[in-house]
């Protein structure tokens, strides 16, 4: 089992509507949670941060983290064409300062 | 501001040849990580340089795999005797002192295709 699960899609949606993605994780030892959307040929970008259970928002994103079932999401609002991308998550675990374990990432197309 | 940048952008090999892929990380950083992405392990670490310190190679899959850091800036990845298995996008990335909270910022990668 890896350390963490992603389901990879693809994932189509139309245009305004409510996106839901998804990690699950076994190692209790993470505590901070990250969000990186990666659009075609190019480096993943830091979309979200979180250290703590619970949501966390920023425009139409909002991540939310629940340690207890070890389990993070990342909601989309009113989605836009210009969301279409591969969203990754990553995690660290506390006694590393940089060592980002990704999940494998979910394609997402939103179609206009 | 430049972000993180590498060269070169795509990279076809015959196996069993070495290569050598670059990163240039953004000015004033002190932290520098390479990663791995392919289809089917998706983004794995392979390396972290910071400062002065020892770089944590714990990542790198087999010791045909080494970098380096020269002078703070600019690292190296060299891959010798080249299998199919090592074709990759293989990504750098950047961070101001290498901290869990930091962002780390990545370039857009080398794609590496051993035939």
């Known amino acids: 089992q890896k350390e963490v699960e992603q389901d990879p899609g693809p994932l189509s949606v139309p245009e305004g509507a409510i996106v839901s993605l998804n990690c699950t994780y076994s190692?209790?030892?993470?505590?901070?949670f990250m969000w990186y959307r990666q659009y075609s040929r190019k480096g993943p970008e830091l979309l979200m941060y979180?250290?703590?259970?619970g949501n966390k928002e920023d425009g139409r994103f909002t991540a939310q983290v629940d340690k207890s079932s070890k389990y993070i999401s990342l909601f989309i609002r009113d989605s836009q064409p210009s969301d279409s991308a591969t969203y990754l998550c990553?995690?660290?675990?506390?006694?590393?300062?940089?060592?980002?374990?990704f999940g494998k990432g979910t394609l997402l197309t939103v179609n206009p | 501001g430049a972000g993180v940048s590498q060269s070169p952008s795509n990279k076809v090999t015959e196996k069993g040849k070495d290569v050598e892929l670059r990163c240039d990380p953004i000015?004033?950083?002190?932290?520098l990580y390479w990663y791995r992405q392919s289809l089917g392990q998706g983004l794995e670490f392979l390396i972290y340089?910071?400062?002065?310190?020892?770089?944590?190679k714990s990542g790198l899959p087999s010791d045909r795999f080494s970098a380096e850091r020269t002078g703070g800036s600019v690292s190296t990845l060299t891959i010798q005797r080249t299998q199919q298995e090592d074709s990759a996008v293989y990504l750098c990335?950047?961070?101001?002192?290498?901290?869990?909270?930091?962002?780390?910022?990545f370039g857009p990668g080398t794609r590496l295709l051993v035939l």
């Open positions: 190692n209790s030892a993470f505590q901070y």
């Open positions: 979180t250290y703590s259970s």
């Open positions: 340089f910071q400062g002065n310190s020892a770089p944590d």
């Open positions: 990335a950047s961070s101001p002192y290498g901290g869990r909270q930091e962002t780390q910022y």
């Open positions: 000015s004033g950083h002190t932290a």
């Open positions: 990553a995690m660290i675990s506390g006694g590393s300062n940089y060592k980002l374990t």
